[in-house]
C-alpha cells in the first residue's frame, strides 16, 4: 500500500484541530493516509525521541523514510481533494525556502513551547 504515515500531538489543540480536519477528508477520498498520536505510538518506530516528535509534524513514506515540517504538509496535501495545488506551490524554490523559515523558527517553536507549558501547567513536566 502507498499509505504514508502522519506523526502528530494529539495533546496540542492546534495539531489536533488541523489534523482533524485532515482525517476527515481523507476518510471521505479514501486518501491513503494514517494519523498517528505521537502520545500512542511506537517512536523507537520513527527512530524519534519524544522531545524530537514533539517538535515538529513527521511523515513516514511507504519505504520508510521519514520527512517532516514542510514536506510532511506536502505529502498530506497532495494527497486531498483540492489540497493539490497547495503542495505544489508550497514546493516551489523560493516559496519552499520561506515556508521552511517560517515553520521551523516560528510556527513549530511556538507550538512546543505553547505544550510545553500546558503539561507544566498540569503537573506533567516542566516549561522549558
Not at 500531538?9 to 495539531?15: F, G, H, K, R, S
Not at 519505504?63 to 516551489?92: C, H, K, M, Q, T
Request: net charge positive; glycine share 6%.
Amino acid at each position: 500500500m502507498n499509505e504514508i504515515r502522519i506523526l502528530y500531538n494529539e495533546a496540542c489543540p492546534v495539531c489536533r484541530a488541523e489534523i482533524s480536519h485532515y482525517r476527515r477528508r481523507a476518510a471521505e477520498a479514501g486518501a491513503p493516509l494514517r494519523f498517528d498520536d505521537l502520545n500512542a505510538a511506537d517512536l523507537d518506530a520513527w527512530a524519534l525521541s519524544e522531545d524530537q516528535a514533539m517538535r515538529r509534524m513527521h511523515a513516514m513514506l511507504p519505504d520508510g523514510r521519514i520527512v517532516s515540517g514542510v514536506e510532511a504538509f506536502a505529502l498530506i496535501w497532495e494527497r486531498l481533494p483540492r489540497y493539490g495545488w497547495l503542495a505544489r506551490i508550497i514546493r516551489f524554490p523560493g516559496l519552499r525556502a520561506l515556508a521552511d523559515f517560517a515553520y521551523n523558527r516560528a510556527a513549530a517553536p511556538w507550538l512546543y513551547r505553547r505544550h510545553k507549558r500546558r503539561m507544566a501547567l498540569a503537573g506533567e513536566g516542566t516549561p522549558p
